[in-house]
């Protein structure tokens, strides 16, 4: 599928190619929230500051230095990697709302200090010199790729050993550790490689912005998208995130734009009807609704004489 994604390039307009590069990054974030949180339990609200460390490392190496763009495209991923590993050690100490409350400070006192640091441009952020970027195919190809990392990372996780453990700390901590779990190393195993994806979206922003401010690639915007988006189409599972970005972006987002009060009471109000009537997302709704038109269907093949005789039997 991502080597069909990534041929598709020279037959997408500018246009398609613009929104196709937006709809992947968000997929990203989204899939990189949705390991962090629904696989391992660790309710994030600072995606934030991990896109500033990734868009902002892209474009201070770019701009200071002479180095091409594929060693600012990793030094993002990087970036963000360095700052996870420096906050792990106050942030993993806290739990549930302690932790979502910390990651959000996190991101808010970073936008602050990216707008009083004059190196990065202070408020008015930084252009990013256009001759030496990626950009239309090039750039929707990089996106494909970071994307794929986020969903390789995400498949890993879900049907892995190690996604086993995450899943065995987020459901019963105590117990967990009990049974041998390091719940520190396996939180950390979870928030740095998120990290680092959500760096490298950050890094795919600033090529398609060019201009990168605090307002923009750090706003926590990007935070409560990368919340929504899992939530809508369902934390915990591999295709809700998908769900969730057409859902929010493409649904909501895209097709409001002229309308952005419209839809963000839409979007909350969406939110509640998630959380109130289907807790697990939109997918798991979507496919408990398949499974029960398909038992109906195959109902009336077996009959009630066969259903019958099957009680009997499981009696018998």
Do not use: K
């Amino acid at each position: 599928m991502a080597i069909a994604a990534f041929a598709l390039a020279p037959a997408l307009s500018l246009g398609q190619l613009d929104l196709s590069v937006t709809l992947l990054t968000y997929l990203t974030i989204a899939q990189a929230w949705n390991v962090l949180a629904g696989f391992s339990g660790q309710i994030s609200l600072g995606a934030a500051a991990f896109m500033a460390a990734g868009g902002y490392t892209t474009a201070l190496i770019l701009v200071h230095t002479g180095l091409p763009w594929p060693v600012a495209f990793l030094g993002a991923g990087v970036g963000a990697a360095l700052l996870a590993l420096l906050l792990a050690v106050p942030l993993l100490r806290l739990r549930g709302d302690y932790f979502a409350v910390g990651t959000l400070a996190v991101s808010i006192a970073l936008q602050a200090l990216l707008s009083n640091w004059n190196w990065a441009g202070g408020a008015s952020g930084l252009t990013l010199p256009v001759d030496r970027i990626p950009s239309g195919g090039n750039l929707y190809q990089i996106a494909v790729v970071v994307a794929t990392l986020a969903m390789a990372l995400t498949l890993y996780v879900r049907h892995s050993a190690f996604g086993l453990r995450l899943a065995a700390v987020r459901d019963n901590e105590p117990a967990a550790a009990g049974l041998g779990v390091s719940v520190y190393r396996h939180r950390l195993a979870a928030l740095v490689p998120t990290s680092a994806v959500t760096g490298l979206a950050g890094a795919v922003i600033a090529f398609q912005f060019v201009v990168i401010s605090p307002d923009g690639v750090a706003s926590v915007n990007w935070s409560l998208n990368a919340v929504l988006m899992p939530v809508v189409g369902g934390a915990g599972t591999v295709l809700g995130p998908v769900v969730g970005v057409g859902v929010v972006y493409y649904g909501l987002t895209r097709l409001l734009q002229d309308q952005q009060t419209l839809s963000l009471v839409i979007e909350g109000i969406l939110l509640i009807a998630i959380v109130r009537f289907a807790p697990q997302g939109a997918w798991p709704l979507i496919c408990r609704a398949v499974r029960r038109l398909t038992t109906r269907r195959r109902a009336p093949a077996t009959g009630p004489d066969t259903n019958t005789g099957r009680r009997t039997l499981e009696h018998a």
